[in-house]
């Protein structure tokens, strides 16, 4: 909402001194959010005069464009020679004139300057140039020199209300009101505590049956619904310079005398309105929902096909308007229309959110409607459009005043006194909080240590205590909040399952790893580009009704394309070098087709509805998943580099695995998308929980992904509900370790991993480390077999081992390989 300073002067007295910064700092303690100050027409600069035209010459030139020679008084005694390229203005015209050394709009400096054989000495301006608006193609035209209140000379800018001060604020749901100037205007009167004028107080004439017929057939949809008549309007008056520049500068664009009017009192009292072609209405108004079938072609154009839930507004030739959104085309106030119908009616919220959304219409009145309009305004709000149209239009308001149904009554809110004290922490008596319920309009009784506030009819957000106690802290003051850091409890402190995934972290952070957060969105692309068939399980997906995308529509089941998005994203910026990480919830479909509840809004919902919308939930584990690409360690002076691979992202498993305490074993496997032959399976006991490896080819050119890129992904879920909660520490001994190497020939299809894990539970309770050191496959071996070396470590809590001592342990371990593989133990 834009607000400019000098309107809402007309309605509070703020301090003549007050700058729009301060107003803008005072506003937001009471709860509007500031967005900008816009200084309009500040960029326009030096002599800006009216001018007259005494004279003009036409003159076509070579290339083929004409122009005028013009001759004008700028009250200066002797007139000023100008080139003008316009032809929209007579001898004898008011122009607005930019004089030598002035500054236009875009920072064009006006100078005298030789054009087209002539000495141009100044400017005629147009809207355009002046940033009044759009129009370029002719210049500002301010009437005739008989016909006006003005001279040669006198201040342009002045006339043209060019300069003014605009505060810009982002409304939100719960401040309807403040899309207002009215609004804005009363929270300005309460921040400096100065009179409220309010704009909707004024004298409206009774309610009659000699008004223009309207039936309400739901009043549920819209409760009150007001309208006048204006005859004799003239379609081609002019909206006043000081009208449309007020709708300009709050960010809408003067269109006609009566749209203009229409746009003016929505922006000063909140009230939506909309203007009918009286000769193009049919019969009486009446407000229906639709009925199948049903169309309309609303003023953009487009025809709409209407559902049933749609209110609308209709005359005898059907519907002719979507209530409290966009109206019809057919009764479209038009050049030539000199009888005007005013609608001012309240609609429900939610109604003409739900039309709104339905259509995918937005549009400044469902803006209003759809977060909550004053009720008692529409008939004073039809009398304000049908003076002013009366006033700068001609014409007259015809007898008959239309108010059908009445606004709904509020509903008083009670708090107990002491609730603004516990809630916000600050010593308020039940005085301040009587007295600023009664500064933001509530009617207020006090009794048994109750207060009970009836809100004003613009405030249809004060529902709750808690509304309350909101408006009372924001008149005492946010900053009057007291700033205290909430004491932990003794003993207490994260939770065993808040203190396991930090262990993750940290872990993933030390080695290198930086965490990203992507959406949970994905769609047919990611699949494709991942290459998973249609059969894949991961492709049967849960859709979002209202995705805010519609080329990612349904919810992941993997973290790997928002990951991989992510680090194609960076390499496309040149950070090719990269290890993420990422931990969030995958969305599983469960396959017996359960559908949630819609439970009732009038009461709590039932236990067993509870239990049936938790059954419909999709199951929701949390995974991991790591991604690497380029340079692992990078080179430098200190040597060569090594790129990143396959055994990066499983080590990055394992070393989550083992900070968990989870006995996490690796195998060799094979799934889209990773590369076939370098694939792992990560197994938990008996059952995979993850893969890791090398991305496949075509994977890494769909996300334009250096070759090689390696990714994992683990069901974290599982992994967690394995963990140790208590953090163990490693075994230190004070004694030598003593050293074993072994090499074994074993088949080539057996996972060195499960090697390691025989050697390591044959070698017995002294074994501390066994570590793959070295493969080897060759003629020397034979076709099919390969050679794993590893070494083993062997340390006693007690005392320093003997060589004998080792040789059984190693022995063992041997021994328990060739019993389980058939390994042959290498010379």
Not at 193 to 198: I, K, L, S, T, Y
Not at 237 to 247: E, K, S
Request: proline share 7%; glycine share 10%; net charge negative.
């Amino acid at each position: 909402m834009r607000v400019p300073l000098s309107w809402l002067r007309e309605y509070v007295d703020l301090p003549a001194d007050v700058t729009p910064a301060a107003l803008a700092d005072r506003l937001t303690t009471l709860g509007l959010k500031f967005e900008a100050l816009h200084a309009a027409g500040a960029d326009v600069t030096g002599s800006l005069v009216v001018g007259r035209v005494l004279s003009f010459e036409s003159e076509k030139h070579s290339n083929g464009k004409t122009i005028r020679w013009c001759q004008v008084d700028v009250g200066e005694g002797e007139p000023r020679g100008i080139v003008c390229g316009a032809h929209n203005f007579a001898v004898d015209n008011l122009v607005v004139v930019a004089l030598p050394g002035a500054t236009l709009a875009g920072g064009f400096e006006i100078a005298a300057r030789t054009t087209y054989g002539h000495v141009s000495d100044g400017m005629i301006c147009s809207a355009r140039e002046l940033d009044l608006g759009d129009e370029h193609a002719g210049i500002i035209v301010l009437g005739s020199a008989d016909s006006v209140d003005m001279k040669p000379g006198d201040d342009a800018a002045e006339l043209l209300h060019l300069r003014d001060d605009v505060i810009e604020f982002e409304i939100n749901p719960d401040r309807a009101y403040a899309l207002s100037v009215r609004g804005v205007a009363r929270d300005a009167a309460i921040a400096y505590g100065v009179e409220f004028r309010d704009p909707a107080d004024q004298v409206v004439p009774t309610p009659d049956d000699a008004g223009y017929p309207v039936r309400l057939d739901d009043t549920d949809g819209c409760p009150a619904f007001a309208a006048r008549t204006v005859s004799g309007f003239d379609p081609t008056a002019p909206t006043p310079r000081w009208l449309a520049r007020r709708v300009q500068l709050a960010g809408m664009r003067p269109i006609s005398l009566a749209v203009d009017v229409t746009n003016y009192v929505m922006l000063e009292l909140g009230q939506p309105i909309h203007g009918y072609d009286r000769n193009a209405v049919s019969g009486p108004i009446v407000v229906r929902r639709a009925t199948a079938g049903e169309k309309l072609t609303t003023l953009d154009g487009v025809s709409r096909s209407l559902d049933p839930e749609d209110l609308l507004i209709t005359d005898d030739s059907g519907p002719i308007g979507l209530a409290g959104v966009m109206g019809g085309e057919t009764t479209e106030m038009s050049e030539s229309t000199s009888d005007v119908l005013i609608e001012a009616a309240h609609f429900s919220a939610v109604t003409v959110y739900r039309t709104e959304r339905r259509h995918q219409l937005p549009s400044e009145a469902s803006r209003r409607f759809e977060r909550g309009v004053d009720p008692t305004l529409p008939a004073r709000a039809a009398q304000r459009v049908a003076d002013l149209l009366v006033a700068h239009g001609g014409g007259r308001i015809d007898d008959g005043v239309t108010l059908v149904g009445s606004a709904p009554a509020p509903v008083a809110v009670a708090m107990t006194t002491d609730l603004p004290t516990r809630v916000t922490g600050i010593e308020i008596d039940e005085a301040t909080s009587v007295g600023a319920l009664e500064q933001v309009g509530c009617t207020v009784e006090v009794a048994g240590g109750r207060i009970t506030a009836v809100p004003p009819p613009w405030r249809p957000d004060l529902t709750d205590p808690n509304d309350l106690v909101e408006e009372v802290a924001r008149i005492v003051g946010y900053d009057a909040v007291p700033s205290r850091s909430p004491v932990a409890p003794a003993g207490h402190g994260l939770t065993e399952v808040q203190r396991v995934r930090r262990r993750i972290g940290r872990q993933l952070a030390g080695s290198g790893y930086v965490e990203v957060l992507s959406q949970p969105f994905v769609g047919s692309s990611d699949w494709e580009r991942l290459g998973l068939a249609d059969d894949d399980a991961r492709r049967r997906t849960i859709r979002i009704a209202n995705p805010l995308s519609e080329e990612e529509p349904e919810l992941r089941t993997t973290l790997l394309p928002g990951l991989l998005r992510a680090l194609a994203r960076n390499v496309a910026r040149g950070q090719v070098d990269l290890s993420l990480f990422e931990t969030g919830l995958v969305f599983l479909p469960k396959g017996d087709g359960a559908v949630a509840p819609i439970p009732s809004v009038d009461r709590r919902p039932s236990d067993d509805e509870l239990a049936a919308i938790e059954a419909a939930l999709p199951d929701q584990p949390e995974h991991l998943a790591v991604a690497l690409c380029g340079d692992r360690e990078r080179a430098g002076w200190w040597g060569g580099g090594r790129a990143a691979g396959w055994f990066d992202a499983v080590a990055a498993i394992r070393a989550v695995a083992e900070t968990l305490g989870v006995p996490l074993t690796v195998r060799s496997g094979a799934a889209d998308p990773w590369h076939p032959g370098r694939c792992a399976e990560l197994v938990l006991g008996d059952e995979v929980v993850g893969r890791a490896g090398e991305l496949h080819p075509r994977v890494c050119t769909a996300y334009g992904l250096p070759a090689r890129t390696a990714v994992a992904e683990v069901d974290l879920a599982a992994l967690l509900a394995r963990a140790d909660t208590m953090v163990v520490g490693p075994r230190v001994s004070s004694y030598p370790v003593a050293k074993e190497d072994v090499a074994l020939i074993i088949d080539a299809s057996v996972p060195a991993a499960e090697v390691e894990a025989v050697l390591r539970s044959g070698a017995g309770e002294l074994c501390e480390s066994v570590r793959l050191f070295d493969v080897y496959t060759g003629e020397q071996i034979g076709e099919g077999r390969k050679s794993l070396a590893f070494a083993l470590r062997f340390r006693a809590p007690d005392r320093t081992l003997t060589e004998a001592d080792t040789s059984v342990a190693r022995d063992a371990a041997v021994a328990a390989a060739v019993q389980r593989f058939g390994a042959v133990p290498r010379v």
